[in-house]
């Protein structure tokens, strides 16, 4: 596709459910990134994947949070156990190559509410 | 002390008003730094791009760094209803983590016709 695709767009949730969010990177881009951007707060990085070089998970904010990324294309953000902190705008975003120079292209985002 | 700080306004200007929004911030290995237009409901779109200190321009859009004073500002000259967004200033230090971007919290700007 011509950008990155994300979905769901919303997704609500039941504390202590688990949830999957799915992002489609652009076509021929090797780097793929997930930031959190939680009400007031600026974004958060999460995880970084760079082609097939181990991911950089350092974002994470608990073991509850796993992603991963098949065949350098669709990655997948996991969250286990929801918690009600967990609410907010999830953002995927990809670049031709690793770093920030050529900028990121992001998705729209998953919104996500825990109740 | 976050690393970046960023006023979130709300700031409301009449259409063809000059604008300016800035970021300080205190790590001083950044070197990159970026602003980005975020609309509502969307992702953050690339604005400006600046490498260490100095401006760039680029039509409307003045971006300023200055790494002395940890300071950076994005200025838009006869702002439009259209540049109605939230802008967030982001940094990288260009070290073996430079696809890590800090951001700001975010400005939300209106202007109003």
């Known amino acids: 596709g011509a950008g990155v695709s994300q979905s769901p767009s919303n997704k609500v949730t039941e504390k202590g459910k688990d949830v999957e969010l799915r992002c489609d990177p652009i076509s021929g881009h090797t780097a793929l990134y997930w930031y959190r951007q939680s009400l007031g707060q600026g974004l958060e990085f999460l995880i970084y994947?760079?082609?097939?070089?181990?991911?950089?998970k350092s974002g994470l904010p608990s073991d509850r949070f796993s992603a991963e990324r098949t065949g350098g294309s669709v990655s997948t953000l996991t969250i286990q156990r929801t918690q009600q902190e967990d609410s907010a705008v999830y953002l995927c975003?990809?670049?031709?190559?690793?770093?920030?120079?050529?900028?990121?292209?992001f998705g729209s985002g998953t919104r996500l509410t825990v109740v | 002390q976050k690393e970046v700080e960023q006023d979130p306004g709300p700031l409301s200007v009449p259409e063809g008003a000059i604008v300016s929004l800035n970021c300080t911030y205190s790590n001083s290995a950044f070197q990159y730094f970026m602003w980005y237009r975020q609309y509502s409901r969307k992702g953050p779109e690339l604005l400006m791009y600046t490498y260490s200190s100095g401006n760039k321009e680029d039509g409307r859009f003045t971006a300023q760094v200055d790494k002395s004073s940890k300071y950076i500002s994005l200025f838009i000259r006869d702002s439009q209803p259209s540049d109605s967004a939230t802008y967030l200033c982001?940094?990288?230090?260009?070290?073996?983590?430079?696809?890590?971007?800090?951001f700001g919290k975010g400005t939300l700007l209106t202007v109003n016709p």
């Open positions: 975003a990809s670049s031709l190559t690793g770093g920030v120079t050529g900028g990121y292209t």
């Open positions: 994947f760079q082609g097939n070089s181990a991911p950089d």
């Open positions: 982001a940094m990288s230090d260009g070290g073996g983590s430079n696809y890590k971007l800090t």
